[in-house]
């Protein structure tokens, strides 16, 4: 639609980053054009901090998970020594995909020419190299990608110069740590195909609007308290007691998570963390999303669950859950199908920005994210440039 330098014109922004009952959201071609997307992925996807999954899933040495962050192949492995390693997912020696899906391997076998890989990433043999001047298996190692862990979960990023994990997270953890995450056990993850904007996603999650109408039946509506944030999250606090993983009118949940505290006490907590994470904390579970973009206009979205182990324990669990499992399942495929809607009508050429209500705040706070991520780029890209 645009050319890179027309995109970063801080003059398609200046609505966008009026305060929030002033602006108005994203103009459409940033939900659909390409080369915008591609934009994202270069400032935002490889600059920030990606939720990749949880530790329990490659609990064993040798277990291993292939992934991608925004279509970028990864794979995640865990060695000899207990460590979890995260490796681009490309052999080095004619690129080929490593691996696929999830499971245990004693080293990273190349299905093309064989090629093998200790869980360190070290290449330990190349048959049929021998005559190949000047090659040295030291040389080509996999590539290693930084990996850090908060409360169980994991995180890639791309860029060696980030700041850490820790600092990226900012005040957000101090906000949920309270539901002792460490405790909880990953019970499921569903994938959804979803033809929508990976923000479209994002955004719907984060604003409250939309639970009374597309919702309702499910439900009902819920007053949201905004979480005051700062930095790469925004959230908010439903103050209900009771759990908000089940169904409008469904009883007798789990019992809550007992070692929770703080403000775990005062209801759930709905926290979006940018670029593509939403984490839902509740009085006995928690659930989580991870969008993963496929192109402008498509999303994988992998829905995480998990409880305290003592509750996945109890005879009844499997019973039990198929209701929480159940409330996920419908809640996610209205939000689907509302958000392709969204995409469909945002693609049309005659789609205009639109302004936003109070409880869009959410909104507002995710699109002045984007933008100030992809113009502080380019305020980078100038500042080196001159330099
Ligand atoms: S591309 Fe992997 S061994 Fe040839
Ligand atoms: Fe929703």
């Known amino acids: 639609m645009f050319n890179i330098e027309d995109m970063l014109d801080r003059r398609h922004y200046e609505n966008v980053l009026k305060p929030p009952l002033e602006a108005e959201n994203l103009p459409p071609w940033c939900y659909t054009d390409e080369g915008f997307h591609r934009l994202e992925i270069e400032r935002i996807f490889m600059k920030v901090w990606n939720l990749v999954g949880r530790t329990d899933l490659v609990p064993n040495p040798g277990d291993y998970l292939a992934t991608d962050v925004a279509g970028i192949p990864i794979f995640l492995v865990r060695n000899q020594n207990g460590d979890i390693k995260a490796f681009a997912n490309s052999c080095r020696h004619r690129g080929t995909q490593l691996l696929s899906g999830e499971g245990n ?21 190349a048959g049929g190299m021998e ?18 862990v908060w409360a169980g979960f994991l995180f890639v990023n791309f860029d060696p110069h980030a700041e850490s994990l820790m600092d990226f997270l900012g005040e957000m953890p101090a906000h949920i740590e309270c539901y002792d995450f460490p405790n909880l056990a990953t019970t499921r993850r569903k994938v959804w195909d979803v033809a929508c904007n990976w923000k479209i996603y994002l955004e719907n999650q984060r604003e409250s609007y939309h639970i009374p109408a597309v919702h309702r039946q499910s439900l009902g509506d819920q007053a949201a308290t905004p979480l005051d944030a700062k930095g790469a999250w925004s959230g908010s606090l439903i103050p209900v007691e009771q759990t908000a993983a089940l169904l409008k009118g469904d009883t007798s949940p789990f019992p809550p998570i007992a070692a ?11 926290i979006g963390l940018y670029p593509s994470t939403y984490l ?18 498509r999303i994988e979205l992998v829905v995480g669950s998990g409880f305290p182990r003592e509750t996945v324990e109890r005879p009844d669990f499997e019973e039990v859950v198929e209701r ?3 409330r996920w ?7 689907n199908e509302i958000c392709e809607l969204q995409q469909s009508g945002i693609t049309s050429p005659l789609a205009q920005a639109g302004r936003l209500a109070r409880r869009e705040r959410g909104v507002h706070a ?20 001159a330099e």
Request: aromatic share 12%.
């Open 324 to 326: 929480y499992y159940r």
């Open 131 to 148: 005559d190949t001047i000047e090659f040295d298996k030291q040389d080509y190692g996999l590539i290693p990608l930084r990996l850090e």
């Open 260 to 270: 929770r505290s703080g403000t775990a006490l005062e209801g759930s907590h709905f």
């Open 105 to 125: 391997c004693a080293a990273v076998v190349c299905p093309y020419h064989h090629w093998a890989f200790d869980l360190d990433g070290h290449l330990v043999s």
């Open 280 to 297: 839902v904390a509740t009085s006995d579970c928690f659930w989580w999303m991870e969008i993963r973009p496929r192109g402008p206009a």
């Open 366 to 385: 995710v699109d002045c994210w984007v933008v100030e991520q992809l113009l502080s780029g380019s305020e980078d890209d100038s500042r080196a440039a």
């Open 329 to 335: 399942d419908l809640t996610h495929s209205e939000d």
